[in-house]
Nanobody
């Protein structure tokens, strides 16, 4: 059974940083792509970043240069989202997702989702 658990959300002032973690279990054969998504109140869910098992990553234009998605070499079951220079418009619930696909972007269909973690950025 695949399970994704996010952590690391919280409240921070604009310009600050947070690191989100996504711990995956039961995922070895079912997924090679991880993605981070977010949903702000009253808005549709949007893709933030995605990464494959080789470490190739891609980002939404709104977070390029500020956010970084990565995995530690010794632990491929955890995916991180380092968020720097946070802005109030980054406020949202952030979700981790996983799937298996030949190309890992936020535009593909993700089969497994976490429960989300709240990020609040104040001005």
């Amino acid at each position: 059974q695949v399970q994704l658990v996010e952590s690391g959300g919280g409240s921070v002032q604009a310009g600050g940083s947070l690191r989100l973690s996504c711990a995956a279990s039961g995922i070895f054969y079912s997924s090679n792509c991880f993605g981070w998504f977010r949903q702000a109140p009253g808005k549709e869910r949007e893709g933030v970043a995605a990464i494959d098992m080789l470490g190739d990553a891609n980002y939404a234009d709104s977070v390029k240069g500020r956010f970084s998605i990565y995995q530690e070499k010794q632990d491929k079951n955890t995916v991180y989202l380092q968020m720097n220079s946070l802005k109030p418009e980054d406020t949202a619930i952030y979700y981790c997702a996983a799937t298996r696909n030949y190309m890992c972007t936020t535009g593909i269909t993700y089969n497994f989702w976490g429960q989300g973690t709240q990020v609040t950025v104040s001005s």
